[in-house]
């Protein structure tokens, strides 16, 4: 009995192991073909400066308009892309996007006062890892005339951390080239305060699930602050993302956040809503 209770859990995970299997075959053939056909799209959420409020730039988030279950969020399929090798090409076509906007807000002189607006682009761990990413940075920046002032680079701190013998030599490549290169989620990962100290970087986004706590936690308060503190004592900038509430705003400005994000400022758009979004402030 007991055996052939086995066999039956056994027949049972395999085949939600095979259905979970054709259903990633067939995400990954949709990406593919997605790729092909144009369905990726950039969505922009602006980001403020802390004193004056000013836009200083937008972080582009990565969409999909699906043909049958529509507009969907990376969250939705970007696991598949990591798997399959399928992210250095969609993570290349972000790149592009990004550099072909950000020229375009430059023709259309699409600024916040002082400067053009730099888009913020999230990098997966596989392009970062991929020998010679700075280079292929060069070439797009080349081939879409953008400069690399206009754009700023995420990673995450295991990006970093599980690359950290390359980590230093490629940021400082992509830095030479005129970018701003900033950690996302921080607080999440194990970064080491050594590494933060020796890595070559402009700032550090403090992630949403501490702002989320604030103002109220006062444990998210102590780390925060902490945060904050560091960052600005080794000359990094800090921005803080997941804003929701003017609370949250004062709380973290007075701590020295220079930066914010998130649904108190605005949420993510279309580049066609963000223009307009641009215009009517
Ligand atoms: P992230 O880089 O930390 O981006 C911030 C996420 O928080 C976005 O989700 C954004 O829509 C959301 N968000 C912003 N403000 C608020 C707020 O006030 N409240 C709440 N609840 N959420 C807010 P999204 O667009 O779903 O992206 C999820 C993640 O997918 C990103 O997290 C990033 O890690 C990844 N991602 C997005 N675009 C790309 C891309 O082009 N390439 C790669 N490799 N990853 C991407
Ligand atoms: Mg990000
Ligand atoms: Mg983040
Ligand atoms: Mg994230």
Redesign the pocket.
Known sequence: RAKARGRATYQFFESVLAETAYADLVLEAELAQGLTRNEFELFF?PQVEATTGQLSGA????RWRHPQRGLL???AF?FVAERHRLMLAL?EW?LREAAATARRWREQKLTHGHGPMRIA????RMQFHLDGFADTVRRVLDDSGAQGQWLEL?LTERMLMDHIEHAPATLAQLRALGLTVSV??FGTGYTSLAHLTELPLDKLKID?SFVARLPDDVGAQAITRAIVQMAVGLGLTVTA????SAAQWQLLAGWGCQQF???LVGA?MSAPDFEAWVKAR
């Open positions: 959420q972080e582009a988030l990565l969020g990376p969250d970007i993570g972000v682009v999230n990098l997966s995420e996302d989620d949403q993302e997941g804003v929701r994000q998130g649904e993510p």
